[in-house]
Nanobody, 122 residues
């Protein structure tokens, strides 16, 4: 079992930036996903990284503004968020332990989720 702890959320004005961090309790040599959930909305996968290959992909809603990265030495994934918009307001979570048969951005395709960190953009 892998425990994930997110941090780095906060309140910013539109156009601002935040960097989220997700520390894993153990090395996970597969995929890491960042997803979000706003009140009254479904969970949305926003970015994933293939830790072994370094390959990344993003939801269209954040492409060009968000960047996912991984520091293997620290078992930490990051989500750099630039040019934030009010519609980015949500609880942000990271996930690990990808299951086969799911799309890379599908939240249900991951076994382990963190508790989340709140991002508010005004």
């Amino acid at each position: 079992h892998v425990q994930l702890v997110e941090s780095g959320g906060g309140s910013v004005q539109a156009g601002g930036s935040l960097r989220l961090s997700c520390v894993a309790s153990a090395s996970t040599s597969d995929y890491r996903l960042w997803f979000r959930q706003a009140p009254g909305k479904e969970r949305e996968g926003v970015a994933f990284i293939d830790i072994g290959a370094g390959r990344t992909n993003y939801a269209d809603s954040v492409k060009g503004r968000f960047t996912i990265s991984q520091d293997n030495a620290k078992n930490t994934a990051y989500l750099q968020m630039n040019n934030l918009k009010p519609e980015d307001t949500a609880m942000y979570y990271c996930a690990a332990g990808r299951k086969l048969g799911f799309d890379y951005l599908d939240v249900q395709g991951y076994r382990y989720w963190g508790q989340g960190t709140q991002v508010t953009v005004s």
